[in-house]
């Protein structure tokens, strides 16, 4: 079994920032792209970020510039560096870890539960 958690989340101001971090534990091998997505009420999950297992980066235009993803493969763990936060940051964000729990299996998608990001005033 695999396990997701992501935390980090909480209330900030708008201009603050925030870290968010995605630990991924159980029986993990080897992990693959780790991506970050958000959702807000009444509307579909929006893809955020992606590293892949080699610490290449990609954004959305949406956090291009302000949001910083990275990961240490020693601890099995990403983490979202916010930065420049705004009220349309708002949201619950999702962490998905695409895992390889042995030499020869296949490569799963594992979703956390996801922690609730607000930014106001």
């Known amino acids: 079994q695999v396990q997701v958690v992501e935390s980090g989340g909480g209330l900030v101001q708008p201009g603050g920032s925030l870290r968010l971090t995605c630990a991924t534990s159980?029986?993990?091998?080897?992990?693959?792209?780790v991506n970050w997505y958000r959702q807000t009420p009444g509307k579909e999950r929006e893809w955020v970020a992606t590293?892949?297992?080699?610490?290449?980066?990609s954004y959305s235009d949406s956090v291009k510039g302000r949001f910083t993803i990275s990961r240490d493969n020693a601890k099995d763990t990403a983490y979202l560096q916010m930065d420049s936060l705004k009220p349309e940051d708002t949201a619950v964000y999702y962490c998905?870890?695409?895992?390889?729990?042995?030499?020869?299996?296949?490569?799963?998608?594992?979703w956390g539960q996801g922690t609730q990001v607000t930014v106001s005033s």
């Open positions: 998905n870890s695409n895992v390889q729990s042995g030499r020869v299996s296949g490569v799963v998608e594992y």
């Open positions: 590293i892949t297992n080699s610490g290449s980066a």
């Open positions: 159980g029986s993990v091998w080897r992990i693959y792209n």
